[in-house]
């Protein structure tokens, strides 16, 4: 994997500081790459290469003493909770990189183990960059920062219980809602019965009307076309 990087925020807060620590770790593995992969040309050439190794064994010490410096951070990291155990554990693959990256250069510096073109295609690729975010730290929520694994779990399930209320509380709302549309639906059914018979009736009482105006129209004609006996009665 390398010393791939990704955005990132300093956690710790004391001490040495482990994002320039971690940088440079792994900006030291690249120089020491860069220099076996130098020395390995030299030798091909003929050339003296003694300053080189010197270089190499510091550059080889120095990364060492690097790697237990981080090693120190860590543990004090996660044993005053200053990061979380999940975050330490992957703080704990990275470092775990570069002691399996250590060891391949120790194995190429000697000549031991892989060939010198597999060992720098192996590290060169991936390795520090400036300019580029650390992947030592991680982008952590000011809310669990400090937190262990009990406290994240409680304040998550805090969390869950709180959106379980609010969709009980929807929940409720949409049934009484769900009734309210109900009850509407019933007195609407109920209007429209009261509506209907109240055109029955109207239709009913427009029939006796017609029939009662036709009976008054048939007497009317009667008593016209008859007047002798309209004079009897007088």
């Not at 590290?123 to 000011?142: D, H, I, Q, S, Y």
């Amino acid at each position: 994997m390398g010393c791939e990087v990704q955005n990132v925020t300093l956690l710790a807060r004391t001490g040495p500081d482990p994002f320039s620590t971690y940088d440079s770790t792994c900006q030291i593995a690249q120089e020491i790459a860069e220099k076996i992969q130098q020395q390995n040309q030299y030798e091909r050439n003929g050339e003296n290469t003694i300053r080189l190794t010197v270089t190499i064994r510091t550059l080889l010490q120095n990364l060492k003493e690097k790697i237990a410096l981080l090693k120190d951070l860590l543990l004090n990291a996660v044993s005053t909770h200053q990061i979380t155990q999940l975050e330490g554990d992957r703080r704990q693959n990275l470092l775990d990189e570069l002691v399996t990256r250590e060891r391949l250069l120790v194995a190429s510096f000697k000549n031991e183990g892989a060939e010198p073109d597999l060992i720098r295609s192996s590290l060169m690729t991936g390795g520090a960059k400036r300019g580029v975010a650390n992947p030592w730290l991680f982008e952590e929520p000011e809310e669990t920062r400090g937190l262990g694994f009990d406290e994240i779990r409680q304040q998550q399930q805090k969390i869950i219980q709180e959106q379980d209320a609010g969709l009980d509380a929807l929940s409720s709302i949409i049934s009484r809602q769900k009734q309210m549309g109900k009850e509407i639906g019933n007195e609407l059914d109920e209007q429209n019965e009261i509506i209907d018979d109240l055109a029955n009736l109207v239709e009913n009482t427009d029939g006796k009307l017609r029939t009662e105006t036709r009976r008054v129209n048939m007497v009317d004609r009667k008593s016209t076309n008859s007047p002798g006996q309209l004079r009897l009665w007088d």
